[in-house]
């Protein structure tokens, strides 16, 4: 009962020509005691159940010797029920014992065999009047000692004595092994639950006044399983049911039911909102959202205390909605619809509140996505803190409350790259998934939530240990996900496929490249057409595509990610508010850059330039990402300015360059990146101008208390780094002679071609150069430097390349392995020199079966 009534003692008789009472009966103690005499006793149960009427029961546990104690709670409709005592073990026993009529309370009555008498007596403690009767009371009752009842099967007996008290038992059962499910999570109720619905469903005849309510209390049970398991055919089982539910209610008492009907309505309302979650089908999330605004109307008219429950059913539902059908007015009645029920809620009721403001969560957050206004993520990381600070000790929101939380803190680390968001992330995510059980429906999302927290903190402080634990929790993510939840497998392979990229960003892995694409194109073979999701699977597949092709310069894989970006970006929603097309927007530059600098096609590159200025318009001045975004710019136009744009455009670069440091170094994250491309832009303008001041400054870029001195050890790209901090000490010595400045380059080529991680080629052509300009000078360590490129040969021309590539890369390096003999045998050393050229005579070999190159000869077939 919500509110405290008036005091009274007993129930005011109903008017005959009134519409038949619903009563909700809580006995707030009921005590049994046998009494003391001869004979046997009941001391072998250690339980008894007391049956209400015909839906509801109580378990009384032993108290005492001869004495059991419980409290429960029970509506049913009609004048009057029966009342039965049941054992829960021991005997099988089932005995009426008295009767229940609403106008007169709860009354003692002898109804049992004529031997046997009872002792019964009710005391009404408070009433509460309204479309439903509420009566609080007390039980006590005492049985008769040496009752010798029928010993075989309960089920038997209770047919024997009336059909109708056996479908009352099997419900009875029922809704126990519910209410202990809800205590206990343990599925097994569930499955107990189900199959006693079941049972009392066959024995229920067509017009049974509760046959409504056993169709409810099965397709309840059934949405519960599917909540736990996730498996679609307890889903699609369920829905009918509850449909069916709805129907009997409408047809056999439409005026009295509305309380009822609200209550079936809602439960539906939830059945298709999973059913939308599972396939990314539209149609029911208007069939949910149809079925909850119906629950709220009956609950707005009858000002009932369970409204805020259906406010929080409907704006789920219309954000569910909006993933799929994609309307922002959607969101914006999901708001309005946990705003009416936080309004309606009684402020002491804090479970309620929490789990409403936990749910509001959602659609502010969804709205950030879609206009990229950094309120609403705000907002809804108010929303859900204050939901989990109101919860209750064990509420069963705060589990998706600290997922959510976290996954909102996540969300606003990779618009402001804040680190304490990030920390604040993982935390509450790690959380969410200690407050969830093994073989929850909703695991598998959570850890995929930890996991991309996880790539969020490695992408800006390159820790292996979080990138790697990052891919680990989004296998197990895709262990549990349910196979036939297509929805859930697409969003899971995009995670899977985007944490495994990052990994080989910084371990130069081909194989996690690989197994990306192949997430990445699952994620996009599954998930539904027109799905919120599609248009970052598809950019985040023409990442990995570009990623491979970079490794491999194989020419499909440039022209899929292309063709990947520019899908992305036609399925974005139209609204330039769109928080992630400006990413779509950049990479998709990025794709045509990486083409154009394979085939030299020049419309490629006129084309990359207007995608990244696009970015950068669309981006806030304050996202995280937008350095980045200017770096890909200044890229770019330097490449334009060496195929005809000249100084103009590496002007242009390195004014967009200084755009890009200043406002990283607002952003307080590492400027590694930033030093590297200043350096460059620095070589390419001295090249041209001869100016030895941006010599000078491309060496400090690159070196001191800059790039090298801050990126981590191991990161793929540092091979590049000191290889081309090598190539500029070099140009520095040409112009000076000055011994140290050699004697520095050919140590960071030396570093270059030893940094672990680094792609095989990148290393060769650094060991090559260390070599080629040690033995030059004759000096020792020639040796190792051509030691270091005869055991990388294998690897530079591996099987992960394409036959073109390897063919292209064995043309340019099989005279290393005579050049590395040679200066053996002017080092002395016959020995080593015939150990390496013996090591390159199989490489030699398979280069002399790709005498004719590859695309000659498709061109012949």
Known sequence: MNQPGPQSSAIPQASSNSPRPVCAIYVTKAVIKSEPGSGGTFDDWSSLRLLLGEEGSLTLEKSDKGQWEGRGHVKFSGQSGRLSLASVNGCNRVEEVGYIN?????????????KHQYRFDSKVTRITHGPILELACDLS????????????????????????LLQSF??????????RYLQTHNLADVDKAISAYVQALKLTPAGHSSL????????????????????????KQAIPILQAAIEVTSSTNPADGSSTLADSYNILGAAFVYLCRATGQVEPA????????????????????????????????????????????DLEKSVEAFNGGIKATPKDDHSALARLYLNLGNPLSLLYEQTGDLAFLDKSLEARKTGIEIAPPGHRALGPGNANLGHGYYTRFKRTAQPQDIEDAISALKKAILLTPDGHSELPQFLGFLANALNARFTHFKDI???????TLQQKAMELCPPDLSTHLSVGNQDLGTSLLSRFAYTGDIRDVE??????????????????????????????????????????????????????????????????????????????????????????????ISPFRKAIELTPASHARLPGWYSDLADALATRSHHGGGMVDLEEALRTHEKAVELTLKKGVNMFSQHIQGGDLLMDRFRLSKDERDLTNALVSYKKEKALDIIPQGFAYLSVLHTSYASAMIERYQLTEHQPHFDTALEHYQLAAQTTGASPLSRFNAGRAWARFAALADRPDAMDAYQICIDLLPMAAGLDQTLDRRHDTLVRISDLSREASAFALRRDDPKTAVEWLEASRCLVGQLNNFRTPPRRLTRVR
């Open 141 to 164: 009752m005492s049985l008769p000692v040496g009752t010798q009842y029928p010993v075989e099967n309960r089920r038997q007996a209770a047919a024997a004595q009336n059909s109708s």
């Open 465 to 471: 240990n979080d990138i790697n634990e990052s891919v």
């Open 515 to 608: 197994q990306a694409i192949i997430a990445l194109q699952k994620a996009a073979d599954t998930c539904p057409s027109g799905h919120m999701h599609l248009p970052s699977i598809y950019n985040n597949l023409g990442i990995a595509l570009s990623t491979r092709f970079r490794r491999t310069s194989e020419l499909q894989f440039a022209d899929r990610a292309i063709d990947a970006h520019r899908k992305a970006i036609s399925l974005a929603p139209l609204n330039t508010t769109y928080q992630r097309l400006p990413s779509f927007y950049n990479d998709l530059g990025r794709a045509l850059i990486m083409r154009f600098e394979r085939t030299v096609e020049r419309e490629d590159l006129i084309q990359a």
């Open 286 to 329: 208007d069939r949910a959202v149809e079925a909850l605004e119906k629950a709220v109307q009956l609950r707005v008219d009858l000002q009932h205390p369970r409204l805020p429950l259906h406010y929080d059913s409907l704006g789920t539902a219309l954000s569910v909605r909006f993933e799929t059908a994609r309307k922002v007015e």
């Open 102 to 114: 609403v106008g007169a309370g709860i009354q003692a009555q002898y109804v049992g065999p004529e």
């Open 170 to 179: 099997y419900v009875m059962m029922g809704n126990e092994a519910s209410d």
């Open 212 to 235: 409504d309510s056993r169709l409810g209390s099965l397709g309840s049970a059934l949405l519960t399983r599917f909540e736990h398991t996730g498996k679609l055919e307890d889903l």
